[in-house]
């Protein structure tokens, strides 16, 4: 499978925050997080974990695929 860029929400950071993260696409849009996690951020979901992406278009009108759930 390929690698690409899915965007990782963010926790406690007091306002939505997203961090551009690396993961392998696997099938029906699904994705695998690829680590590594910096000591002073809290992922939504940690390496290793298969995510569900789904499009989100940012205020700029940048539209990307985020992590939004764990999938199978």
Known sequence: MSRTTIYMP???E???VWRPVEAEA???GRYR???PVSDSEEWAF??????????K???DG?????????SN
């Open 10 to 12: 963010l926790l406690n």
């Open 46 to 55: 940690v390496p290793g974990s298969i995510v569900r992406g789904v499009a």
């Open 14 to 16: 007091g306002t939505d």
């Open 26 to 28: 696997l099938s029906a």
């Open 33 to 35: 997080i690829l680590g």
């Open 62 to 70: 940048n539209r990307v695929i985020v992590a939004a759930s764990l």
């Open 57 to 59: 278009v940012f205020g």
